[in-house]
């Protein structure tokens, strides 16, 4: 399958972020308008629409001075690949990864997904494309997860719920085959999620971003909490599910310089704000 590998499947180019001006009258506006078009996006979206109105203070300049977040950073992520991204605390790292995910506006650059569907363009544009369908592509699994009031099976069947997932079915099988993988039955199911350790919740958060196939999975320190034997489940059923299809790829940010990047075809460094590529 050579012919698969290696492909562009993200590319974006010359991003520039800058806090405070980077929310402005019209990309609140784009985001109100995008969210109304998609009647329901993730509720993550929408509490992010609302800070935006709550926080901007549309026609004024901003009470805080410019500060430059992300330098024109250019990059491709191939498939079938894993590429790491470290760098100091605070140096963009996080930031580039809600950029690329559809969380944060960018002040200008260019975002593109592949797209092998029948659509006449070769690529999604991030600045074209709704919210909620670039996220169903293009997955950010954050640090902390979130979950719900429930069990396990509630949180991950309540994606479903949403307009986004309502023609997609849940598979059952397909979770019970991945918890087999990590040492679980299926009456894990059955958990209350106040009750899962860091790890565990880690892992239900895991098993909810990928049960939607995205191409892209963008992870910000997935293992930073966990011991070292959960970070070995976690990092296995990432890379089983990397390799399952030749149309994904990984962005994996870490500090975790030793057992990580040995893992990794690539590696990407940031230093305020300016991205660089190993050769
Ligand atoms: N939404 C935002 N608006 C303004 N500034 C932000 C925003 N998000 C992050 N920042 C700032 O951008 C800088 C980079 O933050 P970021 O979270 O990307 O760092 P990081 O490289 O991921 O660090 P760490 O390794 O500690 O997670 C920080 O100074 C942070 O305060």
């Known amino acids: 399958m050579s012919i698969d590998t290696d492909r562009v499947l993200l590319e974006f180019d010359n991003l520039w972020v800058h806090s405070q001006r980077t929310i402005n009258a019209q990309s609140i506006k784009n985001s109100k308008e995008a969210s109304n078009k998609i009647s329901m996006p993730y509720s993550i979206y929408q509490k992010w629409a609302s800070k935006l109105t709550a926080d901007a203070s549309l026609d004024k300049e901003p009470s805080t001075p410019d500060r430059t977040l992300i330098s024109g950073a250019s990059g491709t992520l191939l498939s079938g690949q894993v590429t790491?991204?470290?760098?100091?605390?605070?140096?963009?790292?996080?930031?580039?990864?809600r950029i690329l995910a559809g969380l944060l506006p960018m002040s200008s650059g260019t975002v593109r997904l592949r797209n092998d569907g029948k659509l006449?363009?070769?690529?999604?544009?991030?600045?074209?494309t709704a919210p909620v369908l670039w996220r169903q592509q293009v997955a950010l699994l954050a640090q902390h997860p979130q979950l719900l009031d429930?069990?396990?099976?509630?949180?991950?069947?309540?994606?479903?719920?949403?307009?986004?997932?309502?023609s997609q079915t849940f598979d059952r099988d397909w979770h019970i085959a991945q918890l087999e993988h990590l040492d679980r039955s299926a009456d894990f199911l059955q958990q209350d999620a106040k009750h899962l350790s860091g790890g565990e919740r880690q892992l239900v958060n895991t098993l909810r971003l990928l049960q939607f196939n995205p191409k892209v999975l963008l992870l910000d320190e997935p293992t930073a909490a966990l011991d070292i034997d959960t970070s070995t489940q976690l990092v296995n059923l990432l890379f089983n599910w990397l390799h399952a299809d030749a149309q994904r790829t990984l962005l994996w940010v870490t500090h975790d310089t030793k057992d990580i990047m040995p893992l990794a075809n690539r590696h990407w460094h940031m230093q305020a704000g300016v991205l660089t590529a190993d050769s």
Do not use: C, F, R, W
Request: without cysteine; aromatic residues 8%; hydrophobic residues 30%.
């Open 120 to 128: 006449s363009s070769d690529y999604y544009d991030i600045h074209k």
């Open 150 to 166: 429930g069990s396990v099976l509630e949180n991950l069947q309540m994606p479903y719920q949403l307009h986004a997932h309502q």
């Open 84 to 97: 790491v991204l470290t760098g100091a605390s605070g140096s963009g790292k996080s930031v580039l990864l």
